[in-house]
């Protein structure tokens, strides 16, 4: 069991729920999926957050539940894609556990959100090429949060936490950025 925490960051789509339930199943450890809590708490959707109070608002939530997690232990932390964004978080997030970049192609990502209406920050933009400029904005602030990059183009949840549990384990190379 490990010692720390796995802070998995990324563009929407690139599986971080999906990797957070396995790694609870398989490896006994605790998730939390930031999204949830944060829609469980308003009583709300994340769209109905962001029209009713506005992105802002959202983000500050985003950044108080953040802080929640420093000094627990054993948790797979699935952050909103947004996160790293703010610098503030980006800091918190070093310190709360082992950061794991998780990346995919515009194409794919297009392919898993394309259908899902809970993403509002994708309205206008929910096109491949909307995606991959996102991406490109946002490029740079994910690298400088991560610890890890995994890119999960072509590879299963199991093959993806397999490679995940030996980066974060020191097994292999220690880091790739
Ligand atoms: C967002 C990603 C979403 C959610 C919100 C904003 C973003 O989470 O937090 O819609 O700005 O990238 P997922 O990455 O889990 O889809």
Redesign the pocket.
């Known amino acids: 069991m490990q010692n720390f925490n796995i802070v998995l960051i990324?563009?929407?789509?690139?599986g971080?729920?999906a990797v957070a339930r396995y790694l609870e199943q398989e490896y006994g450890m605790e998730s939390a999926e930031?999204?949830q809590i944060i829609a469980e708490r308003e009583g709300k959707s994340?769209p109905e957050i962001?029209s009713e109070y506005g992105e802002e608002y959202?983000r500050s939530l985003?950044t108080r539940l953040l802080r929640e997690f420093k000094g627990r232990k054993q948790i797979v932390i699935?952050?909103?894609?947004?996160?790293p964004?703010r610098a503030e978080n980006a800091a918190e997030l070093k310190k709360i556990g082992k950061s794991v970049l998780l990346t995919a192609s515009p194409e794919t990502v297009y392919r898993r959100?394309r259908n899902s209406h809970?993403?509002?920050?994708l309205s206008g933009r929910g096109s491949v090429e909307g995606i991959a400029e996102l991406m490109e904005e946002r490029r740079e602030k994910y690298k400088a949060a991560a610890d890890y990059v995994i890119d999960t183009e072509n590879k299963t949840i199991p093959e993806v936490c397999r490679e995940l549990m030996e980066k974060v384990s020191g097994i292999g190379e220690l880091s790739d950025v």
């Not at 809970?118 to 920050?121: H, I, W």
């Open positions: 990324g563009f929407m789509g690139t971080k729920s930031m999204d994340i962001f959202f985003e699935s952050c909103g894609g947004g996160v964004m959100v809970d993403r509002p920050v």
